[in-house]
């Protein structure tokens, strides 16, 4: 399945980003536009894992 860019209408390229919370911020690879740069964030990714980062780090 090909994820289209909603803005530009092209088919999102995986890429490496970099996703930050609070003072931190980590690479991740995700699908994204190789026109505009808009990325597709995965419901798994962002109510999973990028979730259980969050609360780590707020607990510190």
Known sequence: MKLLCQKC???LEPGR???QYLDNAFPVEL???PCCGQVFVPESLA???MLAVE???EDK
Do not use: N, T
């Open 55 to 57: 609360k780590a780090l």
């Open 9 to 11: 209408d092209v088919p």
């Open 47 to 49: 109510v999973g894992k």
């Open 17 to 19: 980003v970099m996703v």
């Open 31 to 33: 699908p994204r536009c």
